[in-house]
């Protein structure tokens, strides 16, 4: 069955450190994948997604991703954080009219 | 553009009272429409997902209930609230067929006491 783990359950940075969240997949062809963001009390927000071709993938509010199928991740990135990314991470996997959550990934930001 | 409405945003309901949840999708046709629970620290939880009017799939066996009596309305239902009906509800669209994103809504905070 096609699964996501999100390994880390808790992540804290500091403002202006640079960010990686990591996302492991199980599906046996290509992944359909997406992040999104969950600020407290609001619904989700979409960052980015990836269906096929270049396997780095560029996202809203300046998060990026890139695809490894020999290492079945897709880690999200951004090269400085930002006091405003505090929240909740998910990396989700394209099902047949559904989609499949990880747990989630919730970021701190040290100032 | 589309847009996704949820209503209540809050709610606080006596264990054994009935619940009705509101969810409608504006600037879209014939939508995937999906209702996720959150509770405290937790992830999300597919409850149920329509491709259609009168179509509901049921993710999880609870007392909740889901309809869709039109093509852009979904809604939650409940005869009796439990405590551990208590959580942040979500609903979510997509365009149908495949494997497309999903959109979601502002979410409803309950809490059964």
């Known amino acids: 069955a096609q699964s996501v783990t999100q390994p880390d359950i808790h992540i804290t940075v500091s403002e202006g450190a640079s960010l990686e969240l990591r996302c492991n997949y199980s599906?046996?062809?290509?992944?359909?994948l997406f992040w999104y963001v969950q600020s407290p009390g609001q619904g989700l927000q979409l960052l980015l997604k990836?269906?096929?071709?270049?396997?780095l993938v560029q996202g809203i509010k300046g998060f990026e991703a890139e695809f490894k199928r020999s290492q079945s991740s897709f880690n999200l990135r951004k090269p400085s954080v930002h006091w405003s990314d505090a929240a909740e991470y998910f990396c989700?996997?394209?099902?047949?009219?559904?989609?499949?959550f990880g747990a989630g990934t919730r970021l701190a930001v040290h100032p | 553009s589309q847009t996704i409405h949820q209503w209540p945003a809050t709610l606080v309901q006596p264990v054994g009272s009935p619940l009705s949840l509101e969810c409608t999708v504006e600037?879209?046709?014939?939508?995937?429409l999906y209702w996720y629970r959150q509770a405290a620290g937790r992830g999300l939880q597919l409850l149920f997902y329509?491709?259609?009017?009168?179509?509901i799939s049921s993710e999880v066996p609870q007392n909740l209930s889901a309809s869709r009596p039109q093509d852009r309305q979904f809604i939650l239902s409940s005869k009796k609230l439990l405590l551990s009906d208590s959580g942040f509800y979500l609903c979510?669209?997509?365009?149908?067929?495949?494997?497309?994103?999903?959109?979601f809504g502002p979410g409803t905070r309950l809490t059964v006491l």
């Open positions: 979510a669209w997509s365009r149908s067929g495949g494997y497309n994103e999903q959109f």
């Open positions: 600037g879209t046709s014939n939508p995937n």
């Open positions: 329509s491709v259609g009017i009168g179509q």
């Open positions: 599906y046996g062809a290509t992944p359909y």
């Open positions: 990836y269906f096929s071709g270049d396997t």
């Open positions: 989700a996997s394209g099902g047949y009219n559904k989609l499949i």
